[in-house]
């Protein structure tokens, strides 16, 4: 019991989000948060053009002084609000979801906090996921809570802090190749058929776009076959792994892009496969019509969508992959390599 307040310093980890709302015509977010404790709030800083966005900031609360007994707070401890909004240059800024958690207390010392999934919730309707961790750290003398060394202040990247290591996932190199073929069935956006689409590619926030179909109607395939990020870090845990983003966008006159469909891929695990058993370079529809060949993606079983290369020891099991089918599409059936089956069809909801 105590009529005297105790102080405390809360740390917000705010790694990152996916499959928030789109605040854009364009289909994405300027995303940010705003974290709100007790009488007081910080926000992280904007995140571009992005349905998925990588905050990977520590926002501190220091100097919070609570009235509240220490030991009913470790049973029914305070709550922490987010609220994610889509930052607009002109209108007022487009509110995304909130997300409501208890603060992390515990009575020893040292132990720290582990992130965790968030559901964002807007209005009644689930609206992403929020991966992140809170802290409440007691800095004085209480016998129900041990008075803890604050931790040292995390890194500073553009001056503001980043989630530390022991909280942050741990990372591996990947690299990300995405063979496109060519688009088919879109339904019309905004009452117009869709003329010059491009795919683009997003995982962790970046990009990798194919240029654009010149007429669909004539011929809706793309001219160069694949896309490919040669190095990209992604968590080792399959819990942190954020979802692969296949957006079509349509090129429209007056400079419009509009995000006319967008296909999730959230468990990259299926995808993967040893760098041991690296597939040949692959050949465009165009090299295939002009060594000879017939380029007819209908011709294999299951359309390629997305393979994530990893570097595990782990052999596969032996089976024809969509490599082998790729190549007897084009009828260049030496080429095939038997290192396992990854693939899949991908529909875009539009």
Not at 52 to 57: A, F, G, I, Q, V
Not at 342 to 350: C, K, V
Request: with cysteine; proline share 7%.
């Amino acid at each position: 019991e105590s009529g005297m307040s105790d102080s405390y310093e809360l740390r917000a980890y705010v790694y990152q989000a996916r499959g928030i709302r789109s605040g854009d015509e364009s289909g994405m977010s300027d995303a940010y948060c705003r974290v709100s404790f007790q009488h007081r709030s910080l926000q992280t800083r904007v995140i571009s053009e992005t349905v998925m966005p990588t905050w990977d900031e520590t926002l501190v609360f220091d100097n919070l002084h609570l009235c509240e007994d220490p030991r009913q707070m470790l049973k029914n401890p305070p709550e922490v609000v987010v609220e994610i909004f889509d930052k607009d240059t002109i209108a007022k800024d487009d509110f995304l979801g909130r997300v409501g958690s208890p603060v992390f207390v515990h009575a020893n010392a040292g132990v720290q906090p582990a992130l965790q999934w968030y559901t964002i919730k807007h209005l009644s309707e689930e609206s992403g996921q929020l991966l992140a961790a809170f802290h409440l750290i007691a800095t004085s003398e209480n016998p129900a809570i041990k008075m803890q060394q604050l931790p040292k202040p995390p890194q500073t990247r553009e001056k503001k802090y980043i989630v530390p290591s022991g909280i942050r996932p741990e990372m591996q190199r990947y690299r990300i190749e995405m063979l496109t073929w060519g688009i088919r069935d879109m339904k019309r956006f905004q009452a117009l058929t869709i003329g010059n689409p491009a795919v683009q590619l997003e995982c962790c926030g970046e990009i990798k776009a194919t240029e654009p179909i010149e007429d669909m109607k004539k011929n809706p395939n793309f001219q160069k076959s694949t896309l490919v990020f040669e190095s990209i870090y992604l968590p080792k845990k399959k819990i942190y792994c954020p979802p692969l983003n296949i957006g079509v966008v349509d090129h429209r006159s007056f400079g419009r892009k509009p995000l006319v469909g967008l296909h999730c891929v959230r468990n990259l695990e299926r995808y993967q496969y040893s760098s041991a058993l690296s597939p040949p370079p692959m050949s465009t529809p165009k090299e295939a019509r002009e060594k000879g060949k017939t380029f007819s993606p209908e011709a294999a079983d299951e359309p390629v969508a997305v393979v994530a290369e990893i570097d595990p020891d782990k052999k596969d099991e032996e089976k024809f992959d969509w490599w082998s089918k790729y190549y007897a599409s084009i009828g260049n059936a030496s080429a095939a390599l038997k290192v396992g089956d990854y693939s899949s069809t991908t529909r875009i909801e539009s």
